[in-house]
């Protein structure tokens, strides 16, 4: 089968495209508003593109309402963001703070979620998240147009946060850390079932 997303609406295309781009990992980006509100909302659309500088970039979509969601208007305002990462035990809350509140509404408070003061940004890091990417923004693209367009976040990590046990001491313990995956519809998955490969040294 060949598929033409062309000819595809908004529903379709997720359905296709987040089932074909899988695992995707998951940001949980806090950003603080205009008005000192934080906010936090999770995005799979996520991955690294750069080690030095390192790049990261999120892609945000629009509101149902067609507005630009909370995160993005906060970066374009503070120029910055924090990225938590998503271990198990946050997954429920996670889900909980990507629902759609009021620009108003602190989304820590809403969830139970403690803020803490980052060191380089003005955005506020997850305590309960075991590893925290302090990020300021670099630029923002822009693709299409709602419902089916995005903003391509792009910023650089300034400063992590690794929770000490899980610093082995030149990576973090992947399976201590448990993070989730998206999959497909509203599926997520674990790491737990890994396999090891070690890469091919070709000599022509
Ligand atoms: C696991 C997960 C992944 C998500 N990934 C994205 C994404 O990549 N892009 C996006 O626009 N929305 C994504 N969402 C939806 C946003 O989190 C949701 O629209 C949220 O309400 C945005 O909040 P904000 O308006 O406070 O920024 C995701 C939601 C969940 C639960």
């Given amino acids: 089968m060949k598929i033409d997303p062309a000819n595809f609406n908004r529903k379709d295309l997720h ?8 695992p995707r990992p998951i940001a949980f980006v806090s950003t603080l508003g205009r008005d000192g509100v934080f906010n936090l909302a999770a995005f799979s659309f996520y991955n690294l593109f750069c080690l030095k500088p390192a ?3 999120l892609g945000i ?8 969601k909370d995160t993005l208007r906060n970066i374009e305002f503070s120029k910055d963001f924090v990225i938590n990462v998503v271990p198990e035990t946050l997954a429920e809350v996670v ?45 923002i693209l822009e693709f299409g147009e709602s419902p089916t367009g995005s903003h391509v976040v792009m910023g650089e990590v300034l400063l992590v946060h690794v929770r000490d046990d899980l610093w082995t001491g030149d990576h973090i313990d992947l399976l201590r850390y448990k993070a989730v995956g998206r999959l497909g519809e509203d599926l997520y998955c674990r790491i737990s079932d890994q396999f090891e490969m ?4 070709r000599i022509i």
């Fill in 198 to 201: 070690k890469p091919y040294k």
């Fill in 95 to 139: 889900n909980q703070a990507s629902a759609e509140y009021a620009s108003d509404v602190d989304e820590f408070k809403e969830v139970g979620l403690t803020p803490v003061k980052a060191h380089l940004v003005k955005a506020p890091m997850v305590a309960e998240s075991p590893v925290n990417m302090e990020c300021k923004l670099v630029q």
């Fill in 61 to 68: 979509m629009s509101k149902r309402d067609g507005q630009e």
């Fill in 15 to 22: 359905g296709l495209f987040v089932s074909a781009v899988i």
């Fill in 55 to 57: 790049i990261v970039a």
